[in-house]
């Protein structure tokens, strides 16, 4: 029953999408709606119409979440995220739709020390630019409002800071320093520097201004900018080159064990002051503990840049549980694993090596598995799906695995057609509107109101999505 329910559901989403979809495509719902009073329609329209009011979407998606099932203030990069999340679980044997903003990111460290680099890539669907705010053009009026208002004039002008777009570019692709870095080639801590270019370009890609932030109180702000995005993008010089003639790896050996010699508590050793850190910022005292752990205490930055990764994890606050530990909170031993869990997983078309991977990280709770199972589909990539559950071991003759997610690739200049803003002053309170490009006249979508757009502020989006312009 669990796995017929999952599936209807994924039956229905795609159901639901594709009506919508329709609906704002066909143009059945462009037209103004005649006079009420006119029975036989003769009457000029009056020029409103009820249109699409996707209310029914929104709730599908944000069934279940504890935040976009609710109408509290949202983010929309955190949706769009949610909502691609949703189109991975639900297309994962058919047609995908999220692969037109699927693109790998390659990052390369190279040791201070002793030169050598080291080379991984991740999937991602967003480029988050940060925006440098000490690259101001007009810095000198930045600090007159300012004086002003220290000052009680209440006639002070408010000023807006403006950015370079290209200095958000430069600050994205230049080389990021890492002061505490686990060399493998020195077998100590080190400093290294860490680039981070594009491996694949996809067909749309989305761009993030990341303007809400934190203040040294570790309170949510917003930066009122400026920033001159450009219609159209060339990103050709940030492709990837990968491991360069003559250039040396770090050997694959892993960092020194965190844990004490005393086998029976077994206990990680970790930088409390880490741990201290990131618990002020709000995060659970589990997931902190195994931020610290899994980045092998090299610091703030990487157990933040973990948790941010990992949040969406079924076991996030789950207690850390060291490697090899036979027991304890978030293991299952195999002999206790549910036979009926396991049989409910493989019948979903899973093997019974993933059910058992799933079910031992969620301590044996079937709705957790399936869900875990679900968000660590590429952890998962290596190890074989097939018709009725059996792994490659067990299936005749075997096959070869599965591939990891389909990337498409391609030039990388784009064309901006879309953008979302945010009107607001602070992340607890506003309103998103979208300005989209059709017939090479901007268009702005503010709920029911839909008109022509003259001037749009380009210059203060949120999330800008650009298109591939062919070569």
Known sequence: MMHAGRALMSILFVLRRAKLGYGLLSGDYSKPAPDPGDENGASEPRGDQIGIAPQMFKALVGRGHPEFSTNRQQDAQEF?????????????????????FRFLVEEKIVCQQS????????????????????????????????????????????????????????????????TDFWSSAVQAKTSATKTTRFASFPDHLVIQIKKFTFGLDWVPKKLDVSIDVPDTLDLSALRATGQQPGEELLPEVAPPPLMTPDVEVKAPVLDDSTVSQLCEMGFPLEACRKAVYYTGNTGIDAAMNWIMSHMDDPDFSAPLVLPGSSSGPGTTPTESLSEEHLATIVSMGFSRDQATKALRATSNVLDRAVDWIFSHLDDLESMDVSEG????????????PPPGPRIRDGPGKYELFAFISHMGTSTMCGHYVCHIKKDQQWVIFNDQKVCASEKPPKDLGYLYFYRRVAD
Do not use: W
């Open 389 to 400: 559950g059996r792994s490659a071991a067990e299936s005749e003759g075997g096959r070869d």
């Open 80 to 100: 769009l995220l949610h909502f691609i999340n949703m189109v991975e679980r639900n297309c994962r044997s058919g047609p995908n739709p999220s692969e037109a």
């Open 115 to 178: 030169q050598k680099a080291k080379y991984t890539q991740r999937v991602d669907y967003i480029v988050q630019l940060p925006v440098p705010m000490d690259q101001a053009t007009n810095t000198e009026e930045l600090q007159e409002a300012e004086h002003r208002r220290e000052e009680g004039d209440s006639s002070a002008p408010t000023v807006r800071a403006q950015i370079p777009f290209s200095a958000c570019m430069a600050a994205l692709s230049e080389p990021e320093m890492l």
